[in-house]
């Protein structure tokens, strides 16, 4: 599989395309084993290439070469092209004058378990192309700045798929003998390759329609296999709350006459914006209210907007090369989050985007693997699409957002709009589009699209009482990262406010500036010091509000200045992230306790403030649920030098039973409060009730008391909806309780037949930190439902206990090591793709003890001097030992 020397593609080697194609005519002819592909391109040299070469490269992977035509009449011969693993070179081409280029080649959608190209997907036919698939399809200039129109006829049996998919318009249809049949579809917008879809099966049909703001109604399909029908309402409806947002906050409109969506089994990732055809996850289009939870609602309709929206930020104005991958995720990931937040709670999902930033992108951007949003070289571009990419990658959106103001970003992307549609361009087109709307310089802003690393900013504060001026001194550095030792300092917004000792907010006024709430301090040097004027006394500093950038902030406040913020900070981000950094701080010391043999005294002044917090009449239950919810084991892991796992677990455990002994009372009343059952309700109200109540569970859970047990026993039996019933499944697996194997029985007979339900009973169980999870998790590798060639099932056993399950995984004997080494070569000739994510787990060694660090990377060894790896495994894992 692997060349000896994996070739790495660097951007600065970039060139415009030698030719172009105007026209894509393609013809497939399918079957599970042999699918016939006949392509008819329409092409050109292009005028500006200026290379003099007047051969013709195309791309190609596991492709039965069957003939080649050039302008009709001219089948081509063995002397006339070469054919390589991953090409074919025509030697000479026309240059004056466009030309017809016709291949025909087999494919084997059966044998293809990468889930990449055409591929099987429980009996249904479907693609997936993005990056480089359509490579696996036919011969094609496969990079994203070739965009040509598709005309896509299908032709297959009419038994077997009785429905035939791809991009645009229905355009002709009609029956031929032997019971076969065809379809063509015309895709009248100009398209990358990697856009390009089929599907074709079994399916059923939701449809819906939407109205658009000029007046067209939208034909709206959802295809699914026929025993998720039902499951489809809440994908249907996300899908017009979207369209309805974008006409909404950023005008765009949509541009066919239909919208499909299709759900498959087997998927690499989330889901794939496809023009008109959308190629999802099951995971995120299927729910009803008994096997979805409300988080899952949430993310079908993050996800379903996060597809729609690339029909504007991706689709018609997509990516000029593979580098430029942020300019169309992070952007689509920003509006994603903020038309969750209109949706859903802004505060919450702040937080939670902010969650996961600081815990995996933080410690991607810290490790070996760390690369800028725009990466500079990469060996296996599917290896990229990551939370620096997509996460991060928003953030940098998000500060254009705060620095130009929501008026000014809407100029500018209703500029970038206007200057590029129809065009593959940069992250520089993005930028300067922003710039020339508002008449703004970015040029020192444009460098967080090129460093890697996660800036700390450290704040110093100096009253002066005679001046009535707080001075704050901010300054920034950013540590080394692979291939970048030295980083040059950013533009930074720091979106700051000040509180009155009483509580009461103080205004801000920069010198020769107007008194407001809250001041945006721009960084710029690498440090600098702003002063705030009028102030009668020194007030408590709120930095970083609304979390305004990608940054660790290094502040070392004292215990009650926190509690005090927590009670008092009207930022629902700094006042929520106060009392994280609490209880971060009680819980580091009891980390030390812990590794010093002491007994575990949990700090009162915690105590008294999740008190506090509990005695508040909260409006948002759901926010309430955070602000009661510990930082997690994975972000005290980000606190560490040297990761401890063992002490982070039992201090976390030590600091949640304290909570639960001494605020039982409260707790408990609270949890009888919302029990009662309320299945199938989705509003606000309803999800913070379901959340606050199952929050105060588990905190019972851990007095490890038979009332308790009861309670979670009741729940589990009597839930009607997936959230209640997995929450108390989950208190049930994560603490001993009688009833537990029952549990997990009758919840393993009552689902057997939802997949992605089945996938919860996988992750809970390998996310428990009891003992006997490790052999647990063996057992179910063995279990029938088990099935290595879906990734679904594959993330829910595997990849759950590998980065959920940091207590079992990092055991001190290395059994988790080794499983997972174990699992990752056998996924890699099965599904690079998949394997290489698995890797991720291990590629942080450098930051365990001596011991565990040899073995970690004496797996990593083991994998990279395996004969058959894949440059995606192969990738990651030389990359995190060098
Ligand atoms: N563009 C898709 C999305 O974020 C992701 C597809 C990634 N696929 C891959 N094989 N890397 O919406
Ligand atoms: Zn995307």
């Not at 008449?439 to 996660?454: E, K, M, N, P």
């Not at 290395?814 to 000739?829: H, K, M, P």
């Amino acid at each position: 599989m692997r060349d000896a020397n994996p070739r790495t593609v660097y951007l600065k080697d970039y060139t415009v395309p030698d030719y172009l194609i105007q026209h894509v005519d393609l013809n497939f002819t399918l079957d599970e084993e042999n699918t016939r592909v006949v392509s008819r391109l329409t092409m050109c040299r292009n005028p500006a290439s200026r290379s003099s070469d007047t051969s013709l490269t195309l791309a190609g992977e596991n492709l039965q070469l069957i003939r080649v035509v050039l302008n009709e009449d001219n089948e081509l011969g063995d002397k006339d092209y070469l054919q390589t693993p991953d090409s074919l070179i025509i030697h000479d081409v026309p240059q004056q004058r466009s030309f017809v280029l016709t291949i025909e080649n087999g494919i084997d959608p059966k044998a293809n378990t990468a889930l990449e190209g055409l591929y099987l997907s429980n009996g249904m036919l479907c693609t997936q192309c993005e990056a480089e698939g359509f490579r696996k399809i036919t011969y094609f200039l496969d990079r994203p700045d070739v965009m040509a129109d598709f005309t896509t006829t299908i032709t297959a049996d009419r038994d077997r798929f009785p429905v035939l998919l791809s991009n645009g318009n229905k355009v002709g249809h009609g029956n031929l003998p032997d019971n076969r049949h065809w379809v063509t579809w015309k895709d009248p917008f100009k398209k990358p390759c990697y856009l390009f879809a089929l599907v074709a099966g079994q399916l059923e049909c939701v449809e819906d329609y939407f109205t658009t703001v000029s007046g067209r109604d939208i034909t709206l399909q959802i295809f699914v296999e026929k025993h998720d029908l039902d499951k489809c309402g809440h994908a249907m409806q996300s899908l017009k709350n979207a369209m309805a947002w974008d006409e909404q906050v950023y005008g765009r409109e949509y541009d066919l006459d239909l919208y499909m969506i299709v759900a498959v089994s087997h998927f690499n990732m989330g889901a794939m914006e496809n023009k008109g055809l959308n190629v999802f996850n099951t995971k995120f289009v299927l729910a009803r209210p008994d096997t979805a939870t409300d988080a899952d609602y949430e993310h079908i309709e993050g996800v379903i907007g996060h597809e729609y929206f690339h029909n504007w930020t991706g689709n018609r104005i997509t990516c000029r090369d593979w580098f430029q991958l942020s300019l169309k995720e992070g952007f689509t990931v920003f509006r994603d989050q903020e038309f969750t937040g209109d949706r859903t709670s802004k505060a919450v999902k702040r937080i939670e985007d902010v969650n996961m930033l600081r815990t995996r992108q933080f410690a991607e951007d810290a490790g070996p693997l760390a690369h800028p949003i725009r990466p500079d070289a990469y060996i296996e571009i599917n290896n990229f699409y990551t939370l620096t990419v997509y996460e991060k990658g928003a953030e940098i959106v998000r500060m254009l957002h705060t620095l130009l103001g929501a008026d000014g970003f809407r100029k500018g992307s209703d500029l970038y709009f206007e200057r590029h549609d129809g065009q593959a361009v940069t992250c520089d087109d993005f930028v300067s589009a922003m710039e020339a709307a508002n008449g703004a310089d970015l040029s020192q802003f444009r460098r967080w699209y090129a460093q890697a690393g996660t800036p700390v900013i450290n704040v110093a504060q100096h009253y002066d009482a005679a001046q009535k001026t707080l001075s704050l001194t901010l300054s920034q550095y950013c540590p080394p990262t692979p291939g970048q030792p030295a980083k040059e300092p950013l533009l930074i917004p720091i979106t700051t406010g000040l509180i009155n000792k009483d509580g009461s907010p103080a205004l801000c006024r920069l010198q020769d500036g107007e008194a407001a709430e809250q001041v945006v301090l721009q960084l710029t040097q690498p440090e600098q010091t702003f002063v705030l004027a009028d102030l009668n006394e020194e007030p408590i500093v709120s930095v970083l509000r609304g979390f305004s950038a990608p940054v660790k902030l290094a502040m070392n406040r004292p215990l009650d200045e926190l509690a005090f913020l927590l009670s008092h900070d009207p930022d629902t981000f700094n006042r929520w992230d106060a009392g994280q950094q609490l209880a971060v701080q009680v819980i580091s010391g009891l980390i030390v306790d812990y590794q010093d043999g002491s007994e575990l005294a949990v700090n009162p002044l915690l105590i008294d403030a999740y008190k506090k917090v509990l005695a508040h009449p909260w409006e948002d239950l759901s926010y309430f649920s955070l602000l009661m919810t510990l930082p997690s084991e994975l972000y005290l892991t980000e606190q560490m030098r040297v990761v401890d796992v063992e002490a982070i677990h039992y201090a976390r455990e030590a600091v949640a039973k304290a909570l639960a002994e001494q605020l039982r009372e409260p707790l408990e009343a609270l949890y009888l409060k919302h029990h009662r059952d309320e299945s199938g309700q989705f509003d606000a109200g309803a999800i913070g009730r379901r959340r606050i109540k199952n929050t105060c569970l588990a905190y019972l859970a851990r007095l490890d008391a038979d009332w308790v047990q009861h309670w979670a026993l009741q729940q589990f039996n009597s839930a009607k909806n997936m959230t209640d019933q997995l929450a108390a499944l989950t208190v049930i697996v994560n603490h001993p309780h009688p009833a537990s194997q029952q549990c997990l029985d009758s919840f393993y007979e009552q689902w057997r037949h939802e997949a992605l339900v089945i996938d919860k009973w996988f992750t809970t169980q390998a996310s428990s930190p009891l003992p006997g999870t490790f052999e647990k998790v063996l057992d179910l590798l063995d279990h029938p439902a088990f099935d290595i060639k879906n990734p679904n099932r594959v993330r829910s056993l595997i990849g759950a206990f590998s980065q959920s399950n940091p207590l079992h995984f990092h055991a001190a004997s290395g059994q988790g090591y080794q499983f997972l080494a174990d699992r990752i070569l056998e996924l890699n000739s099965l599904n690079p793709q998949v394997a290489s994510r698995m890797v991720g787990a291990l590629t942080s060694w450098r930051r365990y003890d001596e011991k565990r660090q040899g073995l970690m990377k004496a797996q990593l060894e083991r994998i990279i001097s395996t004969p058959a790896i894949s440059k995606d495994v192969y990738e990651v894992a030389v990359k995190s030992l060098a």
